[in-house]
């Protein structure tokens, strides 16, 4: 019963928000209204995620790394659920029934899981929240970017100075070469926690260097073949900022489980 509550609340919400339509228009600055849905794991486990609205945003940056460019703008047609923090050991183990991770701690994010370790997280969670029309999965690249900007344009979600990175994240200076707890920095402007740094993000697209030249404007999702998958939000082993960067892109095999890569979850509804 707590399952179904759960997710029922995860469909209104989404629903809601749906019937706005064209309510929704282009990502400001400040803060949406804070909708957030919890999901209960078992054993007092639970995953927060936090209500991301439909709108636009520029991707990429003009000064970034040669994949970065052309700067593109790029519509999110619907609204979707993200993480309100990187998925936790102890979430891992509530869902898979297993522990994974060289840092150990409950609370801290969970890696050295691959793409594919996550694609088997996801559908275990879709197993245990199944409803018509809800689906868990990892976020697009596009999504992803999106929801770390929080309606900025500077290179952190922050801002452009570089030296207040230790109040928001988890990097070379201040983490001591592992992971910390989640949630421990300040969030963005949309309530994400540890958007840059800590550990890197698996997203769904695959990697294409170029694919920026040919990206749809409307929820792209990465190109159709390519042998790495996407990553995103830097980690803590990294002594410069810049691969923190909200529009820095990474890459990996998806058959590779790494110390510092981790993930979030995202979660829609429809059709």
């Not at 404007?217 to 810049?242: A, F, I, M, Q």
Request: charged content about 25%; hydrophobic content about 35%; some cysteine.
């Amino acid at each position: 019963m707590r399952n179904s509550r759960s997710v029922a609340g995860v469909v209104a919400l989404l629903v809601a928000v749906l019937c706005l339509g064209g309510c929704l228009c282009e990502a400001k600055a400040e803060p949406p209204p804070a909708k957030e849905i919890s999901l209960e794991l078992g054993g007092g486990v639970k995953m927060d995620l936090v209500l991301i609205p439909a709108g636009e945003f520029l991707m990429g940056d003009a000064v970034g790394d040669f994949d970065e460019v052309p700067v593109h703008k790029v519509t999110i047609t619907k609204p979707f659920c993200l993480g309100k923090c990187e998925v936790t050991q102890e979430q891992w183990k509530a869902v898979m029934g297993t522990e994974a991770g060289r840092n150990k701690g409950a609370k801290n994010p969970v890696e050295r899981v691959s793409w594919n370790d996550c694609q088997a997280f996801v559908n275990k969670l879709n197993e245990k929240f199944a409803r018509p029309g809800v689906k868990f999965s990892l976020p697009t690249e596009a999504q992803w970017e999106y929801a770390c900007r929080a309606g900025t344009t500077t290179p952190w979600n922050f801002g452009d100075d570089k030296a207040v990175a230790g109040e928001y994240a988890w990097w070379d200076h201040n983490a001591g070469y592992g992971t910390h707890p989640v949630g421990q920095k300040k969030p963005n402007a949309w309530g994400l926690y540890d958007m840059h740094g800590n550990v890197w993000e698996w997203c769904a697209d695959r990697y294409g260097e170029d694919y920026y030249k040919r990206s749809p404007r409307s929820d792209p999702t990465g190109p159709t073949k390519g042998s790495s998958r996407v990553l995103r939000g830097g980690s803590y082993s990294y002594d410069n900022p810049k691969h923190f960067r909200s529009a820095f892109r990474y890459m990996d095999r998806p058959d590779r489980p790494n110390d510092h890569h981790g993930f979030r979850v995202a979660g829609t509804v429809g059709p």
